[in-house]
């Protein structure tokens, strides 16, 4: 057997012996956010270290731990921390999470990140919908043997934001009064941030804002047939575009400053979604 798939289903027969709960929605909390999870109708915890082979996060203020429960009776799986490349896990571990979440029963992903803004036109707290992405810096999550149980060899990438996804999250945004970027979105491997010379790259190649995680996540959920959608909330403008330094410190406190309607905008544009993907 593929020994990524392998890992991939010990992982999920460790967390059937702990949880019996089926979400419908899959959401992956980034920077700012993780206390999301407690707001939530908990049913359930687990922590990461409690999974027989899963990788655990190590970025300071991540938990490190799926929640069972609801979201105005929407039921859910968070994940409250994500693991990324920069930790120096293999590209197959940081989309393990995303694939245990789809075989949970998920069938939409909702990514969000802290990212840095690349457009002049968009300022600290600023919301940016993911449209498209790019992901040549990192490795594809699907490099080496095809899992055919997860998917095509060669899946399709034309559409891995749905229209109709991204359609609900910008008339909830109208509905709520909060403005709403849109944009592509970067993968970059980190953890250092840009220098002003790759800002300018990133730009040039068309991007929007760039971040250390997502892409991936989005590739694997596509390749497995989940929809997927994603918001970005923009804590500084890349390195070079303002006549200051970038630290860990402004991304957090720019991400807790604007978390209310963070919060909101992604509590409504849940709602939105699974009734709309009911119907």
Sequence with gaps: MNPVYEKLLKCYESIQKKIDFKPEIALVLGSGLGDYGETIDIVATLDYHDIEGFPISTVEGHKGRFIFG????????????????????????????????????????????????????FHAGDFMMITDHIMTFVPSPLIGENINELGARFPDMSDVYKKDLQE????????????????????????????????????????????????????????????????????????????????????????????????????????????????
């Design 168 to 279: 609900i999250i910008r008339g909830t945004a109208k509905e709520l009064g909060i403005k709403l970027q849109e944009g592509v979105y970067i993968q970059l491997t980190g953890p250092n941030y840009e220098t002003p010379a790759e800002v300018r790259m990133c730009r040039a190649l068309g991007a929007d804002a760039a971040g250390m995680s997502t892409a991936a996540e989005a590739v694997a959920a596509n390749h497995m047939g989940m929809k997927v959608c994603g918001i970005s909330c923009i804590t500084n403008l890349g390195c070079g575009m303002l006549d200051q330094p970038l630290s860990h410190a402004e991304v957090q406190e720019t991400a807790d400053r604007v978390a209310v309607d963070f919060k909101r905008l992604i509590t409504q544009a849940i709602l939105n979604i699974y009734h709309a993907t009911r119907q």
């Design 70 to 121: 609801y979201i105005q009776g929407v039921p859910v799986v968070c994940m409250q921390g994500r693991v990324h490349y920069y930790e120096g896990y293999a590209m197959s571990d940081v989309v393990l999470p995303t694939r245990l979440m789809k075989m949970m029963g998920a069938k939409v992903l909702f990514l969000t990140n802290a990212a840095g803004g690349l457009n002049f036109d």
